[in-house]
C-alpha cells in the first residue's frame, strides 16, 4: 500500500528532524535490516562464541567417552581371573544356598 504524497512529505520532515537531533540514532536507523559484512568486530566475536562452544562441546564429549571407557575398563578388569586362578564366587561350592550372618564381637571393656 503506497503512501499519499502527505504522508509521504510528513515521513521526510520527521527524518530530517530525527537526523538533526539524533544523528547517531539516525545512522543506526538507516543500516536497520541490512545485513552486516562478515568481518568487523560483531563477526569476529561471533566466530570467537561458535569456536568456543564447539570445543566445549568437543571437551564434554570426550569426557563422557573417556568416563565410560574407564567405567567399562574397571568393570571387566574387576570380572578378570587373577593369577590363572578363577575368580571368587559369591556362591557356596555345594548346591545348597547357605545364609551368612555376621557375628557381632563384643567390644573390650573399660
Do not use: C, K, W
Amino acid at each position: 500500500m503506497a503512501l499519499s504524497m502527505d504522508e509521504q512529505r510528513i515521513l521526510a520532515a520527521i527524518e530530517q528532524q530525527l537526523t538533526r537531533e539524533e544523528p547517531a540514532l539516525a545512522t543506526r536507523l538507516s543500516t536497520f535490516g541490512r545485513r552486516r559484512r562478515p568481518g568487523g568486530r560483531d563477526g569476529r566475536r561471533r566466530m570467537v562464541l561458535r569456536v568456543t562452544a564447539l570445543v566445549m562441546v568437543a571437551v564434554f564429549v570426550i569426557g563422557i567417552v573417556v568416563a565410560v571407557y574407564a567405567a567399562v575398563l574397571n568393570s571387566s578388569r574387576s570380572r578378570a581371573p587373577q593369577n590363572g586362578t578363577r575368580g571368587a564366587t559369591s556362591a557356596p561350592a555345594s548346591s545348597e544356598t547357605s545364609l551368612h550372618v555376621p557375628v557381632p564381637q563384643q567390644l573390650p571393656s573399660r
